[in-house]
């Protein structure tokens, strides 16, 4: 017996032992960070032997190893979508980061969405440079309009704990700070990122240089 689910993870599996006994697995994901393993062997009245027990021993090992094995992959697929980085929404980012919430609102990347037509609105070719994280991973309820701070610096949800975006931390050792942000999937932009959309498949380029507008 093999069982699956999508959205809160389950998985069981069960396997005969013998014709008297029975290996039954359950892993069970609920969230990201609440994991169940159940592991159990049934034994019908008739397999309380001693003797039984001792001759089974090594085909359990066997077959425990093997669905240890199996589960193991599976865990891992399951827990590495779970610690996917997902967009936030620039709200996340205000509350800490004013100054630079306040300089954006006045720059041409706060206003990238309301710049488009209807019909181009509805275009997947314009909202990818127009929206944030468009057609990827979000928290529920983020807004995502226009060019946020999440386009240059990545998807937020997991560097944008305050253990990690801590004011306390950067004062202390600044360089020992960012780098903790950055294996938490915090970007530094560089003209790569910039160029992903200003560049002439926009039908209203008209050149970009980087260290220009980088400046700014």
């Not at 057609?135 to 937020?156: D, F, R, S």
């Amino acid at each position: 017996m093999l069982k699956a689910k999508t959205g809160k993870f389950y998985f069981e599996t069960s396997a005969k032992l013998c014709p008297l006994a029975e290996l039954i697995v359950r892993l069970k994901i609920k969230s990201s960070k609440y994991l169940v393993i159940f592991l159990r062997v049934n034994f019908s009245p008739s397999a309380i032997s001693t003797k039984l027990l001792v001759l089974q021993r090594s085909r359990f090992i066997i077959l425990t190893a093997l669905l240890i094995a199996v589960m193991t992959v599976i865990l891992e697929n399951q827990l590495s979508e779970a610690a996917e980085a997902k967009y936030v929404g620039l709200q996340k980012c205000q509350s800490c980061h004013k100054k630079q919430y306040q300089i954006w609102k006045t720059r041409g990347h706060s206003k990238a969405f309301s710049a488009l037509s209807a019909k181009e609105k509805k275009d997947p070719a314009c909202l990818i440079c127009h929206t944030t994280g468009y057609g990827k991973p979000a928290v529920k309820q983020a807004k995502l309009n226009n060019v946020q701070c999440e386009v240059c610096h990545g998807p937020g949800s997991l560097y944008k704990n305050k253990k990690i975006m801590s004011k306390e931390s950067y004062k202390k050792d600044p360089k020992a700070a960012q780098a903790k942000a950055m294996e938490a999937g915090l970007i530094l932009p560089d003209e790569k990122v910039c160029v992903s959309c200003h560049n002439e498949k926009s039908p209203t380029f008209k050149g970009f240089d980087f260290k220009t507008y980088y400046e700014k």
